[in-house]
Structures are given as structure tokens and as C-alpha cells.
């Protein structure tokens, strides 16, 4: 049974740094497109970053180029988000993502994933 669990979260002020980890249990972290999404209040939930666990290219939406890294550690099955210069607009709940095979073209969107975690919450004050 595929589990991911989030953990990083917390409040931070703008400008502040957060790294989020998503460790993946119950299945082989190889071979899957892993991704970090996050809902605000209101908001539809977005995809944020996706990277292939097997290796190759990212994905970063806009709003978070040039601040957020996605990184992964396969040996340990977990993904990381390391979040800089956070800004009010970063925050939200932030889920993890997992679907088997490489990683959609384009904007990821929700549907493409079949596995999530619970979430962990960002709050960036300005």
C-alpha cells in the first residue's frame, strides 16, 4: 500500500526558508513521477514541481521559479522541497504526489496523480 507522509511545515516570515520532505513508503520509489502540489483557501490545488524518481528534468510552475528546489534522496524513497524567499502568496497546504511512470508534460494537474499524502501547512507572514 503506497503511503506518503509530508512533515516541514510551519510559519515563517517573508523572506524565510522551509524545506519539506514527503517520505514514500510501501512501494519501489524508482519509476515514479513524484510532485509537491498546494491548495489555498478557496483555491483550486496546483502543482508546484514534479521530478522523475528514475532521474531527468523537473517541472516548476512559474510562481515558484528561481525559489523553490525540488530535490529527492532515492536511497531514503523521500522527497524534498526547499522553499526560499517565501512570500504570503506561498502560503497553503502542501500535499505530496506520486504516480507511476514518468511525469506528465506540461502543467501537472491533479488528476494525473493517483497517490497523495495529507498535507503539510506553510504559513508565510508578511
Known amino acids: 500500500q503506497v503511503q506518503l507522509v509530508e512533515s516541514g511545515g510551519g510559519s515563517v516570515q517573508t523572506g524565510g526558508s522551509l524545506r519539506l520532505s514527503c517520505a514514500a513508503f510501501?512501494?519501489?520509489?524508482?519509476?515514479?513521477?513524484m510532485g509537491w502540489f498546494r491548495q489555498a483557501p478557496g483555491k483550486e490545488r496546483e502543482g508546484v514541481a514534479t521530478?522523475?524518481?528514475?532521474?531527468?528534468?523537473?517541472y516548476y510552475a512559474d510562481s515558484v521559479k528561481g525559489r523553490f528546489t525540488i530535490s529527492q534522496d532515492n536511497a531514503k524513497s523521500t522527497l524534498y522541497l526547499q522553499m526560499n524567499s517565501l512570500k504570503p502568496e506561498d502560503t497553503a497546504m502542501y500535499y505530496c504526489?506520486?504516480?507511476?511512470?514518468?511525469?506528465?508534460?506540461?502543467?501537472?494537474?491533479?488528476?494525473?496523480?493517483?497517490?497523495w499524502g495529507r498535507g503539510t501547512q506553510v504559513t508565510v507572514s508578511s
Open positions: 504526489a506520486a504516480i507511476y511512470y514518468r511525469c506528465p508534460l506540461g502543467t501537472p494537474r491533479e488528476s494525473n496523480f493517483k497517490y
Open positions: 510501501g512501494y519501489t520509489y524508482s519509476y515514479y513521477c
Open positions: 521530478i522523475y524518481s528514475g532521474g531527468g528534468g523537473t
